[in-house]
Structure formats: C-alpha cells, structure tokens
C-alpha cells in the first residue's frame, strides 16, 4: 500500500506525543500525591494506537480501555485536557471524575473508555449498530488487551456483530501480559486472531510495534467494514514496557525480555524509514520533537496551573 | 498481641483454614502472582506456601471463577475466590445470584454450595467509579446469600474462618483501605460467628449502627463527641446477612435514638433496611427520627477533592447525632 508523506509524518508526530506524554507521567508518579489513583502506561505500545487512528475519519469511533493514553491522543484528544484530567482537575476532559482510568472524550468520537476488562467489545457493537442503522460510512474500532479476549462479553460482542455485519474493528493489543500473567498463562490459542474463525470473520495477525503496517492493516479492516461486510478482528503483537500501574515492580517480567522489546522501539523503527526515505530531515525531526516536548510542557503547566473542583461538583452529572 | 492489617489477618485465615482442611482451595486474578508485593495483601505469599494446585491463578473470566466456586462447592469442596473489585461482581452476579443463591432452594434444601467469595470494595483510592462500587445491598437482596463486611483486622480472621467453614454461599467484602489499618489479633485460633453484631463501643444517647470502615469514622466521631458529654453506641453489625436484630433493637432501646452510617450511596442502601427494623420492632422507644449518614446518589469521583466529599466523615456524623438531639 502506498502510504502518503503526510500520513507518515502525522504518524511520527503522534508516536513522539503519546511517549514524550507517558514518560512525563512516570516522572510525575514518582512525586508524591500528585497524580491520584493508578496509573497504566501504554509506552512501547504506541504504534497500535498511533497506526489505528492514522487510518480512521474524524466521524469514526473509539471504544478504548484502562490503557487509552496513546489511542486517544491518536485520535486527536487535546493533551492539555486529558493531562488535566488525569491531576484530578476541574478543567479535565471529564471535571475531575474520571482521572488517568475512564477519559472520555465524545468530542473526538471517543464516547468512552471503560476500565471494566471486557466491558468495551458489547458496547462498541451497539455504537456500530447504530452506524450501520442510520447508514453512516464509519466504523468503529474497540482496543482490547489479550486479556479481556477471555471475559464471555468479548466473544458475546463478536458474535453479535458477526451474525449482523457491524462495521467493527476488534483491535487486540497482545503486550504479552494480563496483570501479572503471561499471555500463556492465561490463553491457550497461540494466536488471539484465531479465535475470530469461531466467528466466520478474518482474524489478522500484524507486527505491533511496526506503525506502517499497523495502519495498512487498519485500512484493510476498516474498507472491508464500510463495504458492510463485517468486523475484523486484528491482532497486534506488542509489548509493555511499564507494569500494570506505576507502584508495579515488573517481578514476574524477565528484564533481558523487556530490553529486547526495547530494542525493537516502534519510534526508530518509522523515524528511521522515514530518514532514509528523505522524508524528513535530521534537523526537522529535531524540530518535531521539541514541539512534541513543547505540547506536554504546555500541558502539565496547564494542569499544574488547573484549580480542583469543588468538593459539592461532585453531586453534578449524574443525570442529563 | 499482634498488630496485623486486615489484608495480614485474612491471610493468617486463608493459611490456618488451608492446613485445616484439604478441600479449602483459593482461585482468583492475581492472588497467587500478584503485580503488588506487599506483605500486607490478603493472599501473599499463599502461592508459594500451597502451590498451584491449591492457589489458583486464573484468567479474566469473572463468570467462569464464579462459576468454578459453584461447581466445585456443590462437590463439597471449599472455594474461596477473589473478585478483585466489587464492581466487577456484576460479571461474576449470574453465577452467584441466580445461581450459588439460588440453587440450595432450588434443591428441596438437598444441594449445598460452600463458597466464600472474597472482594475489595471501598473508595479512596483514587482510581474513580469503575473500581470504588460498595455494592453490598445489591448482593444483601438476594436470598440465599450471606454478606458478612468487618471493620477490624480480628474481627476478619475470625469471620472468614467462619465463612469459610460455613454450609451457604457468602460473600465477604473488605474495605481496601483496611488492609493498612492495624489491629490486635488474637495469635490462637478462634471463630467469630457469622450473624452476631458487635458492641463496639458503649454509650447511652444515641446508637450508631454502621459496618466496615466507616466504624473508623464512628470511634473517631465517639470521641470527640464525648468531649461534649455526648455518650453514642457504636454496633458494628460485621454481618448484614444474617442480620442481628436483637443486638440492634436491644441498642435501640437502650439509647433510643439511632443513626446508621454507611459509605455506601444512599437509596436503596442498607441503611434502609435498619432504619425499617427500627421503625417496625422499637418503634416505641425511638425519642426522635432516625438519620441515615451515607454517600451521596453517585458514582464514586477520581478526583481528590471529589472523592473525599463522596466518603462520610466524623463530621457529617457529629451533626447527625447532633440534629437527633435536639
Ligand atoms: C472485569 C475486570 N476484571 C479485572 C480487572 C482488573 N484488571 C485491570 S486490567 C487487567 C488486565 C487486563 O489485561 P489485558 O486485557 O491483557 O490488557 P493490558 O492491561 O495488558 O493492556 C485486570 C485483570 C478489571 N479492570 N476489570
């Protein structure tokens, strides 16, 4: 597939956001009380999100997960408010009530993000549905870890939008790891993707850490959906870099493992393609990437500067 | 006497109930090899001391860890599971309340399903709705099932020991935040009967009726309002279901006032149904109407300022026993 120069830069530019992003974070969470609640990192992980996103319209949709960073910024969420939100802020994307776990961000069709494992797949069939029902050519795309491939919803959702050709792309993150067990652990299929010929729909399996073929595939599965044939489902070999939550020691992670991940980094990998290919030059990646470094800045000064809510906005929203 | 956290004297239960009987086994996510280390968590160091055959590491699969605790109880093993957060027992409420609570009925009285489900509930921890649900009067409206939630570290050995010996389904809830909390626990063995509420502190002016953490808030609020002369009694009702009524009335009767505190949001929560005991069996002693000092209808907020709004205080209290004395 020919890939344009903007769309490679544009994924480069959101590869660097998404880290330089998270990497505040974890200093952040080292600074005590500042960052309320857990904190789930998606570094290493972010050509997913970054790929994803690259191959998807405005008007389609994201159903995301407890690890939503890099797929929302992807997607276009405003950094300074998911920053904000995650201090705990009144300025936050959501007024302080979601924090780090739940950001949803409707603006962006980003509708929800939900911490439940295996909550997100029913509910991005019922968005699909209702693509396909008011006959809008969009799609929407659920990110799941390996996982929540083994709650019941997940194989309830796939069947659903099977048997009735939803525009839905099941996105699987397989970082190797659910909490503190391995994907063998917990699975016995080699492969998540083969679980979909359960279902009679196309199981995929792609290099996750390779942000060109993330996105190829992203299209793939995305014109096959618009066409009203169906959902796919992609599985995308990854792998996380940080633990489960910040305050996670990583014990059960081998360090000689997380380091040949490291090696195989989805930023050098697109960032080098893309200077050899002369599309960018060393002193305009240089650029980039104090910008990038500019926008986070901008964004913890945001949410620094950010005043909490008052205690009584907690009674607001329940209802419309 | 030693001073253990909640999580430590669960432990010391799960361990002691293990040697006991061989029947006993532990399945749950996370709590053979958990992502956290502390000594102070519940099922630490279980894996290592059992072995995987007895201490369970399972998937993500609620319905299915439920459903292995119903199957395997009804053949007369002891499963005690873990949900890892109260609300993700909505995943798991199929097997256990249409089913694990179900089914002894169901049977003429002839089946029996010996299961403990254990499950962290309680906000201030800062990771918003989806983790922090105190979900207790859900599962308390089910027949069939036991709901027993402690407030001291003693008081959880002695309970899950009895949970876990216990013929019926029960669900066993523990506030995070007490796993931090230290406490004497008794170093020999001994049971707390499920059903038995606690005096946990005498008084003669208004009863305080509450469970699990929120006891904390009750000491505290005791105290301070002793300064003032005002004498409350605190009952920890330690189990909801069964409840004991007669502990409760006879506390009733003797102050005749009541306030029941809760973290729990407010409709429909159990506070509910103490205040109806109340009202419909020491109707006649109550000087003035009852309060109810719980968490406000919503769901539990992430950020700090909101979270702490969302969680009783002494101070929401004090101005409760307060306004009942007037
Ligand atoms: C229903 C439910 N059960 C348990 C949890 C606790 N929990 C949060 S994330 C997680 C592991 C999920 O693994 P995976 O789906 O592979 O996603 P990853 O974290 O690896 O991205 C667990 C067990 C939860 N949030 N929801």
């Known amino acids: ?320 | 006497m030693q001073q253990l956290g909640m999580g430590q004297a669960i432990n010391q239960a799960l361990r002691e109930e293990m040697f006991r009987d061989p029947d006993v086994f532990l399945a749950g996510e996370g709590i053979g090899t958990g992502i956290h280390h502390s000594p102070m968590l519940p099922t630490a160091g279980l894996l290592k001391e059992f072995g995987p055959g007895r201490v369970k590491d399972t998937p993500v699969s609620e319905a299915a860890i439920a459903g292995l605790a119903v199957g395997a109880s009804v053949a007369g093993l002891r499963p005690v599971v873990e949900i890892m957060f109260n609300p993700f027992f909505t995943l798991a409420s199929d097997m256990i309340v249409n089913h694990a609570a179900k089914l002894r009925y169901l049977s003429g009285g002839k089946s029996s399903f010996p299961l403990v489900v254990r499950m962290k509930s309680g906000a201030g921890i800062g990771a918003g709705c989806q983790h922090s649900h105190n979900l207790e009067a859900w599962v308390a409206h089910s027949p069939g099932l036991k709901v027993v939630m402690p407030a001291t570290a003693a008081d959880a050995k002695g309970l899950l020991k009895s949970a876990i010996r216990d013929p019926n389904p029960v669900i066993f809830i523990e506030d995070i935040m007490l796993y931090f909390v230290p406490g004497a626990v008794p170093e020999e063995e001994y049971l707390i009967p499920i059903g038995k509420a606690d005096v946990k502190r005498q008084g003669k002016d208004v009863t305080v009726a509450t469970w699990s953490k929120m006891l904390g808030v009750a000491m505290k609020a005791a105290d301070q309002l002793a300064r003032e002369g005002i004498e409350i009694e605190i009952v920890d009702l330690r189990t909801l279901v069964p409840l004991d009524k007669d502990t409760v009335l006879g506390s009733i009767r003797k102050t005749g006032r009541l306030v029941v505190l809760h973290e729990a949001t407010r409709t429909g929560g159990f506070a509910g149904e103490v205040a109806a005991l109340a009202m419909e069996e020491a109707f006649e002693s109550l000087k003035a109407p009852l309060r109810r000092v719980t968490g406000p209808d919503i769901p539990v907020p992430a950020s700090p300022p909101l979270e702490r709004f969302y969680i009783p205080d002494e101070e929401k209290l004090i101005a409760a026993v307060k306004d009942i004395l007037k």
Request: proline share 5%; glycine share 8%.
């Open chain 1, 1 to 320: 597939m020919q890939i344009s120069k903007q769309k490679k830069l544009e994924m480069l530019r959101s590869l660097l956001l998404s880290r330089k992003f998270e990497e505040a974070l974890t200093e952040l969470c080292k600074i005590e009380n500042k960052i309320p609640g857990m904190m789930i990192l998606c570094t290493g992980q972010e050509a997913v999100g970054t790929g994803v996103c690259a191959a998807l319209e405005m008007e389609d949709v994201i159903i995301t997960n407890h690890r939503s960073h890099s797929h929302l910024l992807a997607k276009g969420a405003d950094p300074k408010l998911l920053m904000a939100e995650i201090y705990g802020k009144k300025t936050g994307c959501n007024k302080g009530k979601s924090g780090t776990l739940h950001l949803a961000v409707p603006e962006i069709n980003a509708p929800c993000t939900t911490t439940v494992v295996g909550g997100g797949p029913p509910i991005a069939v019922g968005r699909a549905f209702a693509q396909q029902y008011r006959k809008e050519k969009n799609v929407t795309v659920c990110f799941i870890g390996d996982g929540a491939t083994n709650e019941g919803s997940f194989h309830e959702a796939v069947n659903l939008a099977s048997l009735w050709s939803l525009p839905v792309l099941f996105v699987c993150e397989n970082n190797l790891y659910a909490g503190a067990q391995r994907y063998e652990e917990h699975t016995k299929v080699r492969n998540i993707a083969e679980r979909a010929a359960g279902y009679a729909i196309p199981g995929v399996v792609v290099d996750g850490n390779d942000a060109l073929a993330v996105y190829t595939s992203a299209v793939e599965a995305r014109a096959r959906a618009v066409a009203g044939e169906g959902p796919t489902l992609i599985e995308y070999k990854t792998y996380r870099w940080r633990g489960h939550g910040e305050s996670d020691l990583q014990l059960y992670q081998p360090k000689d493992e997380i380091e040949v991940w490291q090696e195989m980094c989805p930023i050098p990998k697109l960032r080098d393609e893309l200077l050899a290919e002369g599309l960018i030059s060393p002193d305009e990646l240089g650029e980039m990437e104090s910008r990038m470094d500019a926008i986070v800045k901008d964004a913890i000064l945001f949410a620094e500067e950010s005043p909490y809510p008052e205690p009584h906005e907690a009674l607001q929203d329940v209802f419309a």
